[in-house]
């Protein structure tokens, strides 16, 4: 059985929206895969630090696929740059980038821009799923970004940054 580490976006609490994340994770199981969910720092503005902690439990390499969404896309590409792990499989869904300058987030997301953040030696397959018409994420920079962490860029029309389920369908595809 395949695991795949399922990352939400940040401030979520999953006892709050355990119907749409474990039917999801259900769906998933029912294929064979086994899904590891762990709960993160809820904060509003959680700093990487803390989700750090947490990653730092988990047996990253074991993994078969990981699937992050939103904020997560810039901590796992960090996580996995900077501890030199290797994983077979990552899908970024609806890329994050706070927008508040004061925002821990923002100065996070503006410091890792300028480090190397080439993951084709260490993660075989990289894919973002991006809506063009993304509200919060400017589509065109995470397009740049795809190229900086050698991603295959996938463009999406699910309107906005929310998540609406639409990516789901992808995603199965793509595990």
């Known amino acids: 059985m395949k695991k795949i580490l ?6 979520t609490d ?4 355990e119907s749409a994340w474990f039917a999801r994770k259900i769906d998933f ?7 590891d969910l762990p709960q993160f720092d809820t904060a509003y503005d ?5 989700w750090e902690e947490t990653l730092k439990t988990l047996d990253i390499e074991s993994y078969y ?3 992050t969404t939103s904020h ?7 996580y996995l740059k900077e501890n030199n792990l290797s994983v077979p499989k990552l899908i970024i869904v609806c890329p994050g980038k706070s927008i508040n300058p004061k ?3 923002w100065t996070f997301y503006t410091q890792l821009l300028n480090k190397d953040i080439n993951l084709s030696s260490q993660v075989k397959e990289i894919y973002v799923l991006h809506s063009k018409d993304d509200d919060l994420v400017p589509f ?7 190229k900086k962490i050698w991603a295959q860029f996938i463009e999406c029309n699910w309107l906005w940054h929310k998540f609406r389920w639409e990516w789901i369908k992808i995603v199965n595809d793509l595990v």
């Open 14 to 17: 999953l006892s709050k929206w």
């Open 46 to 50: 959680p700093t990487y630090e803390s």
């Open 72 to 78: 997560w896309g810039w901590v796992i590409i960090n």
């Open 140 to 146: 065109e920079n995470w397009k740049e970004i795809a």
């Open 65 to 67: 696929c990981i699937v």
């Open 29 to 35: 199981e029912k294929r064979w895969y086994h899904i």
């Open 6 to 11: 399922w990352i939400h976006w940040r401030w």
């Open 103 to 105: 925002n821990n987030m």
